[in-house]
């Protein structure tokens, strides 16, 4: 059961979009359609933005929206707004009823 | 308005036992919808699924943890526990509690509610 791949990184502008991608096998990510998506703020618990691949919580802003193809999911926060900065976590059903994050994106506003 | 607070030591010896409870106020943990989750963050292997406890005892363990865990629900004191043995400095951690509101599929990830965390401090 290894971690999900996401880049370290990503960057950019106020009211620009940007997309984080989260990879991993045919065991977990393409497997279901359960992948959901975190924000963190430093010092904060994780709160959740996107559910079941596309699916977001009531209370989340209609600018985070998610997607998957193959064993690549990916989230995408459109309209940059400087409190979007934060780390970003992808999570995926792994089968067995057990699950695995990904680990991790600092999202910077520039 | 349901929330999670963690509780238990902020350090523990190595070769010891690692033991925390979270506490669910504002909701019923008895509850068939959730699965009771702890999840730990380090800092340099992120965010970790620990497994979760369902409100009829069963349990469901990360494959890596699954020899040194224990994971219990108690619903007259309305909390669910941890328990973790022979730690070493890789579980030093923040040790999150969280309500996975995944309605049928424990494991698949809708963490709703988490508690505001806990750091665990291994010590030699």
């Known amino acids: 059961q290894s971690a999900l791949t996401q880049p370290p990184s990503a960057s950019g502008s106020p009211g620009q979009s940007v997309t984080i991608s989260c990879t991993g096998t045919?065991?977990?990510?393409?497997?279901?359609?359960?992948v959901s998506w975190y924000q963190q703020h430093p010092g904060k618990a994780p709160k959740l933005m996107i559910y079941?691949?596309?699916k977001r919580p009531s209370g989340v802003a209609d600018r985070f929206s998610g997607s998957k193809s193959g064993n690549t999911a990916s989230l995408t926060v459109s309209g940059l707004q400087t409190e979007d900065e934060a780390d970003y976590y992808c999570?995926?059903?792994?089968?067995?009823?057990?699950?695995?994050f990904g680990g991790g994106t600092k999202l910077t506003v520039l | 308005q349901v929330q999670l607070q963690e509780s238990g030591p902020g350090l523990v010896k190595a070769s010891q036992t690692l033991s925390l409870t979270c506490t669910v106020s504002?909701?019923?943990?008895?509850?068939?919808?959730?699965?009771w989750t702890w999840i730990r963050q380090t800092p340099g292997r992120g965010l970790e699924w620990i497994g979760y406890?369902?409100?009829?005892?069963?349990?469901y363990y990360n494959p890596s943890l699954k020899s040194r865990l224990s994971m219990s629900l108690d619903t007259s004191k309305r909390h669910f526990s941890l328990q973790l043995t022979s730690v070493t400095a890789a579980d030093t951690a923040v040790y999150y509690c969280?309500?996975?509101?995944?309605?049928?599929?424990?494991?698949?990830?809708?963490?709703?509610?988490w508690g505001q965390g806990t750091m665990v401090t291994v010590s030699s």
């Open positions: 969280a309500r996975d509101l995944s309605g049928g599929l424990g494991g698949a990830g809708v963490f709703d509610i």
């Open positions: 504002g909701g019923s943990i008895s509850s068939g919808e959730y699965y």
């Open positions: 406890v369902y409100y009829t005892g069963s349990t």
């Open positions: 045919s065991n977990d990510i393409g497997g279901y359609r359960y």
């Open positions: 079941d691949v596309d």
């Open positions: 999570y995926s059903y792994a089968g067995s009823n057990k699950g695995v």
